[in-house]
């Protein structure tokens, strides 16, 4: 079921919180169950713990809310799907999701977002996005 499955999580930093760990374990269990995975990031100091053989990292200005950057790395992004033949591509975050959605849109492949944070949510902006 999960063989020759390739999947491309996106997320703004690799810190040490709650989202960024279920990015490393999901990448990590994806690669033991013969998947190719992959995480695009900007950064951080969870990056110098993932097994490079195991999962390849990509790295972008996904953190970012400039719209100019969010349509560059859509672009971007697009080039990375086709190239590696991804089939899932998973944001872990709003501002690359926007991103995300629409290189999937443009390629056609499976789109999945993941929503942390629920305790700290007091903006009715966000609530509608």
């Known amino acids: 079921m999960f063989s020759k499955m390739k999947v491309l999580q996106v997320i703004p930093k690799l810190g040490y919180g709650g989202a960024e760990t279920g990015c490393y374990d999901l990448a990590h269990f ?43 790395n859509t672009l971007i992004l697009t080039l990375i799907i086709l190239f590696l033949k991804i089939d899932i591509v998973h944001a872990r975050s709003r501002a690359p999701a926007w991103s995300c959605l629409l290189s999937c849109f443009f390629t056609g492949r499976k789109f999945v977002t993941t929503f942390h944070g629920t305790y700290n949510f007091s903006n009715k902006v966000k609530k509608i996005l």
Do not use: H, M, W
């Open 30 to 72: 994806l690669a033991e169950k013969d998947c190719k995975s992959y995480i695009v990031t900007s950064g951080g100091p969870l990056l110098k713990f993932i097994k490079k053989n195991k999962v390849k990292v990509i790295r972008l200005p996904v953190q970012s809310k400039n719209p100019i950057l969010i349509l560059l």
